[in-house]
């Protein structure tokens, strides 16, 4: 079955680096996602892209973030200059479309020292 | 904030039906009920949605009350993998909008 894949896994950064998550989305999807996951806490949304641009955004996607799709696959969330609470797991998921469920990857746990 | 409420936490008899209870009174009528668990910290995995309709797939069935104010996901056997938080959503379904995530139930499954 086709499966959302995120690189890396595990990923450890000094805090005021950039850093980049990479998501493989399922090939025939058209609409992608980012999440996180503080430990212990809820998922929360972050942003929506669709037609090579974002379509929602949540109050914690500042201009610290940003998302691309550099090519027919990947798609990206960067991290412009860490902070001790950008500390989470981050979900990257996909779907169709309209009456399509998202589905979900991995996640990438980010740590920042 | 979730749109949903649903009890913190359940626990289930391997083998038997793990009925999940989900209560969404302002339900709007263009939203569809959505099921996602979660095991341990990976990704949250799709389970099943719904409109007004009861619905069945291979892991689950979902039935929603009439009035639509309610729902209950339905696990026939459970077994030891089912252990998991189970979020119940309520969204529209345009292409782009997203899931809000509650708390969601843990759902214990004893041998």
């Known amino acids: 079955e086709p499966e959302v894949t995120q690189t890396p896994s595990h990923q450890v950064t000094q805090m005021g680096q950039e850093v980049i998550l990479r998501c493989v989305p399922i090939?025939?999807?058209?609409?992608f996602y980012w999440y996180r996951q503080i430990l212990g806490q809820k998922v929360e949304f972050l942003v929506s892209f669709y037609n090579n641009e974002i379509s929602e955004k949540s109050e914690i996607f500042d201009d610290q973030f940003s998302v691309e799709r550099p090519d027919g696959s990947n798609f990206t969330l960067k991290i412009r200059s860490t902070k001790l609470e950008d500390s989470a797991m981050y979900f990257c998921?996909?779907?169709?479309?309209?009456?399509?469920?998202?589905?979900f990857g991995d996640g990438t746990r980010l740590s920042i020292l | 904030d979730a749109k949903t409420t649903q009890p913190p936490s359940m626990d289930c008899a391997e083998g038997r039906a793990a009925n999940l209870p989900c209560n969404h009174s302002?339900?709007?009528?263009?939203?569809?009920v959505y099921w996602y668990r979660q095991i341990h910290s990976q990704g949250p995995q799709y389970i099943i949605h719904g409109l007004k309709n009861n619905e069945t797939n291979e892991m689950a069935s979902l039935i929603i009350t009439e009035d639509r104010k309610s729902s209950t996901l339905i696990l026939p056997h459970a077994t030891l993998r089912d252990t998991a938080v189970y979020y119940c959503?309520?969204?529209?379904?345009?292409?782009?909008?997203?899931?809000?995530f509650g708390k969601g139930t843990r759902l214990s499954v004893i041998a």
């Open positions: 959503i309520v969204r529209v379904d345009a292409g782009n909008t997203p899931l809000v």
């Open positions: 090939s025939n999807h058209l609409y």
């Open positions: 998921a996909s779907s169709d479309g309209y009456y399509q469920p998202q589905h």
């Open positions: 302002t339900i709007s009528g263009n939203e569809y």
